[in-house]
């Protein structure tokens, strides 16, 4: 992996940006597996290191990734690597985010057709477009998002639930679900935010809470297996959740832990809204049967707390959510409800 470096304090979260120092091009990256103690960045001026933190959860998060594909075909181009190469790497880098895959296909596309002395600025430029238009698509979805709770929930005054961690830290802009979360704050709409903790790993616990606490939300952390009691006494109106990647029928892969809150949510009437952006929606897997789910070490869960030497764990990075569970689908180009292959199709075009 690359070389750690403090990062100034009081900084604005950035969770990835290019840099062209004397000696050579370099993608720096906040290092997620050191937050909340730590904000440290992550210097990679290879390939294999960009790999080595997308492996180990240092850069994560399903627009992230595809920032970080597009950005480290760049790094392969501008340092004079083999960028075929790199690109197969990077794409197989993570087998669930789709993104990942579409964020590499875009910046070598853009190598391959341009001229030979012009193709490693080409893949720059590609991976800085997409970098703009994933800003521009957390915009457009906050502001669908909070249209769209405002007609399900009228009253305003929402008590949120989330799952895992959909920020500035997964995007280049304000994020997936978190970023309506943030536009529901800064319009004084939003009465209590609650994070799922998110084990095995605990994304929201040091995420997503990382990002609360600096945005100055009402927020309470809550044990994964407390969620179904919040619902009983009513205090959760809405369940707001990113995506990792959404089969053509609308079923929706997400952090482990996913599915059962659409499952609770639906007994208790709760909307339950995915926020992802186009590009995390694969129209060329047909349903939630053909994603393929990542399977991660035992040790993630075995560390977690001490269990008898030898212990094996089950240990999927993200469960599947069935388009019925899903209230609606919330991208930048509008809103899927119902969720129909139909309709996730029209709003792809």
């Not at 120092?21 to 937050?35: I, S």
């Not at 079923?251 to 590009?279: C, D, E, M, Q, S």
């Not at 075995?302 to 991208?331: H, K, R």
Request: proline share 6%; net charge negative.
């Amino acid at each position: 992996m690359g070389d750690h470096v403090k990062r100034p304090e009081n900084a604005a979260i950035s969770a990835l940006r290019w840099e062209e120092p004397p000696d050579g091009p370099m993608l720096v990256v906040l290092d997620q597996t050191r937050l909340p103690l730590e904000e440290v960045e992550l210097v990679c001026t290879d390939v294999q290191a960009l790999v080595a933190a997308i492996g180990s959860l240092a850069v994560r998060g399903a627009p992230l990734l595809g920032l970080a594909g597009a950005y480290g075909v760049a790094l392969a181009a501008a340092r004079g690597y083999d960028v075929e190469e790199a690109a197969e790497l990077l794409a197989r880098a993570r087998p669930t985010a789709v993104n990942l895959a579409y964020g590499v296909q875009r910046a070598l596309t853009a190598y391959r057709r341009a001229e030979p002395e012009e193709a490693a600025l080409a893949a720059l430029a590609e991976a800085r477009t997409l970098h703009a238009q994933d800003a521009s698509a957390s915009e457009a979805m906050a502001a669908h998002g909070v249209r769209l709770l405002s007609e399900l929930v009228p009253g305003g005054g929402y008590r949120v639930l989330t799952h895992c961690n959909t920020g500035a830290l997964v995007s280049g802009g304000q994020g997936t679900a978190f970023g309506v979360v943030s536009s529901l704050h800064r319009a004084g709409e939003l009465r209590r935010l609650w994070v799922d903790e998110t084990r095995p790993l605990l994304q929201g616990s040091r995420l997503t809470a990382y990002e609360a606490a600096r945005a100055g939300m009402p927020y309470t952390l809550l044990a994964d297996n407390a969620a179904g009691s919040l619902f009983t006494a009513g205090e959760v109106d809405a369940v707001l959740v990113g995506a990792d990647r959404i089969a053509a029928d609308g079923a929706t892969a997400n952090k482990v832990g996913t599915y059962p809150l659409a499952v609770v949510a639906r007994y208790h009437h709760v909307p339950f809204i995915v926020v992802a952006p186009t590009t995390t929606v694969d129209l060329a897997t047909p349903d939630g049967a053909s994603i393929e789910v990542e399977q991660r070490a035992s040790s993630e869960v075995t560390d977690l707390a001490p269990s008898p030497l030898g212990t094996q764990a089950y240990n999927p990075a993200f469960d599947v959510t069935p388009p019925e569970l899903i209230t609606a689908i919330v991208t930048e180009n509008g809103v899927v409800s119902p969720v129909t292959a139909q309709a996730l199709a029209a709003v792809c075009r």
